[in-house]
């Protein structure tokens, strides 16, 4: 009986404890990153962009005037009026869908523990050259445990495409044509 009394004042004076921090995810995989690990990042950006202009332009102006010559109540009365009007209007549309994989390096690890990561990958094929750079900083959270992330976690974000080649000067004016389009014609 006493050492049941024994054991039900112990059991009350001890407060049950975690091993976990409060908050804290048991399972969660707790990595730590260093300047030079690699993670694989899938970008995966769509953008939309929409405008749309309307303008509507009214002037009139006019001119009224009277004549009259001597004491005889009939004169030359001149009236003019001089107006112009136009409307204006435009839309554009434009759709972007990219996605695709490049290996970024960590460049640094900043206090906050977030982790600043930056990759360029250079695809040159018969000619036709396509370079990627990205750059942005990931919170060590948003990285899988198989090194993955997305870029859609990335803040400050910098996605530069560029291409060379016949293909990338396809799209691009020539100087006769933007000369003849800055002029007007």
Same mark, same amino acid.
């Given at each position: ?21 409060? =908050? ?11 300047? =030079? ?16 202009? !309307? ?8 001119? !009224? ?22 409307? !204006? ?6 759709? !972007? ?76 004016? =020539? ?8 002029? =007007?014609?």
């Amino acid at each position: 009986m006493l050492r049941c009394a024994i054991l039900c004042l112990l059991h009350a004076s001890l407060a049950a404890q975690s091993l976990y921090m409060d =908050g804290a995810d048991p399972y969660a995989a707790k990595r730590r990153f260093r300047p =030079g690990d690699l993670i694989q990042l899938t970008i995966d950006e769509a953008m939309v962009a929409d405008r749309q202009d !309307n303008q509507a332009v009214s002037r009139q102006a006019g001119l !009224n005037a009277a004549l009259s010559m001597g004491s005889t109540s009939a004169g030359t009365n001149i009236t003019g009026s001089l107006g112009t009007s136009g409307t !204006n209007s435009g839309s554009t549309h434009k759709s !972007n869908q990219f996605t695709t994989t490049v290996t970024v390096r960590v460049e640094k690890l900043r206090e906050d523990g977030g982790l600043e990561v930056s990759g360029m990958r250079l695809v040159d094929l018969d000619g036709e050259e396509e370079k990627l750079s990205v750059s942005g900083v990931l919170r060590p959270e948003d990285v899988a445990l198989d090194s993955s992330a997305s870029s859609t976690r990335l803040a400050n974000e910098e996605v530069h495409l560029e291409g060379k080649g016949t293909a990338a000067r396809g799209g691009k004016l =020539g100087w006769i044509h933007w000369l003849l389009s800055w002029v =007007g014609l």
